[in-house]
């Protein structure tokens, strides 16, 4: 069932759910983009292709708000604001540990290694780094399982920055297999859940936030009476 928060003639914002794919991979799984299609398809009986544009990707671990553009005008304003970084995406992560601070910012110089999918932090000298930068601040710390649940606001898409930049100072996300988390507890603590950007027509300022039911991995957020 498609999860949608809002929806015009020009864009339709829908939660997704982890380990449902951004857009079709080789795992030929049902991905956000094939899903939306459908459902437009379906529900105004438009015969042939049905255009929608993947203006952002969320990873296939990570669940959160995301926007499709339904025209390529659209498509094109809203692609223009990610590049300006007009468009305001914040997360809530579960790390391990506490954290020194309890606000901070990260900046880091990462590398990707294209044949792990993996990427790590690096020297500022690397040709191939990219920069990185992110704020974080602390909502809650359980101290009965030593994990804390953060607020993230991007300022930067490197590709699984925050799972690095947390990972390399020692507090990795739960459920994190691939960078540093041994047990698997089934689901990567790692969330979007908010998403801010002009609509690409009217150029209003829109704000959309979805947080997760405080169950299984996010069973944390039963001790949080609001998150900004």
């Not at 809002?6 to 857009?23: F, G, M």
């Not at 947390?166 to 908010?194: I, Q």
Request: net charge positive.
């Amino acid at each position: 069932m498609l999860n949608i928060l809002y929806e015009d003639n020009h864009i339709i914002v829908v939660i997704k759910e982890p380990r449902i794919p951004s857009q079709a991979d080789k795992t030929k799984d049902a991905d956000m983009l094939t899903i939306i299609k459908q459902y437009i398809k379906e529900k105004y009986q438009k015969p042939g292709n049905v255009y929608l544009g993947l203006v952002h990707r969320l990873d296939r671990s990570v669940g959160g708000v995301m926007v499709f553009a339904k025209t390529s005008k659209a498509a094109s304003r809203l692609s223009e604001q990610v590049r300006n970084k007009t468009v305001s995406k914040s997360y809530i992560a579960i790390v391990k540990g506490k954290m020194e601070n309890e606000k901070g910012n990260m900046q880091d110089y990462l590398v990707k290694n294209e044949r792990l999918n993996k990427s790590t932090v690096t020297d500022k000298n690397n040709k191939k780094a990219k920069y990185a930068e992110l704020d974080y601040e602390t909502i809650y710390y359980d101290k009965v399982r030593n994990m804390s649940l953060v607020k993230i606001n991007l300022k930067t898409g490197r590709h699984h920055q925050i799972r690095v930049q947390f990972s390399s100072r020692g507090h990795s996300l739960c459920g994190d297999t691939k960078y540093g988390t041994r047990s698997r507890t089934g689901e990567l603590a790692l969330w979007s859940y908010k998403l801010e950007f002009n609509h690409p027509t009217t150029k209003e300022r829109l704000s959309f936030k979805y947080i997760p039911e405080a169950t299984g991995v996010w069973s944390i957020l039963k001790n949080v009476d609001n998150i900004g």
